[in-house]
């Protein structure tokens, strides 16, 4: 692998490109009606044949309800934010995109309200 450019897998750059611009996409072009809760893309997986990418998104709420609302107006919106990937970013191939609910900004807000309860018993 010497003598090839950067030392940065070219997935892991795409990786970090596509979650870039998937963001951007869903919070600025999509303008969808049904996404009104706030939206974090975690995560991008791009196959190493860039045909299939697996995108891990947060959606952050306290109602359940608008969070699966948002989260399926995502989904339902898979096609659109290719087609806008594909005008936005210089790749001759846009993988197929597949939309992953993320859990673990709840998991780690769990765990810090945990944290803060054992904190305050313990100020007592």
Same mark, same amino acid.
């Given at each position: 692998?010497?003598?090839?450019?950067?030392?940065?897998?070219?997935?892991?750059?795409?990786?970090?490109?596509?979650?870039?611009?998937?963001?951007?996409?869903?919070?600025?072009?999509?303008?969808?009606?049904?996404?009104?809760?706030?939206?974090?893309?975690?995560?991008?997986?791009?196959?190493?044949?860039?045909?299939?990418?697996?995108?891990?998104?947060?959606?952050?709420?306290?109602?359940?309800? $608008?969070?699966? &609302?948002? *989260?399926?107006? %995502?989904? +339902?919106?898979? @096609?659109?934010?290719?087609?806008?990937?594909?005008?936005?970013?210089?790749?001759?191939?846009?993988?197929?995109?597949?939309?992953?609910?993320?859990?673990?900004?709840?998991?780690?807000? $769990?765990?810090? &309200?945990? *944290?803060?309860? %054992?904190? +305050?018993?313990? @100020?007592?």
């Amino acid at each position: 692998m010497k003598g090839h450019g950067s030392s940065v897998p070219r997935t892991d750059r795409l990786n970090s490109e596509f979650k870039k611009e998937i963001y951007e996409i869903i919070t600025r072009r999509l303008n969808d009606p049904e996404i009104t809760e706030m939206v974090s893309v975690m995560k991008v997986d791009v196959s190493r044949d860039l045909s299939y990418a697996k995108v891990f998104v947060s959606v952050f709420s306290t109602d359940k309800e $608008k969070q699966k &609302k948002t *989260f399926d107006a %995502i989904c +339902k919106n898979a @096609k659109r934010i290719r087609h806008e990937l594909g005008g936005s970013m210089r790749i001759r191939t846009v993988p197929e995109l597949s939309f992953v609910l993320d859990g673990s900004m709840e998991y780690s807000d $769990k765990i810090n &309200k945990i *944290f803060a309860e %054992i904190e +305050k018993g313990e @100020k007592k």
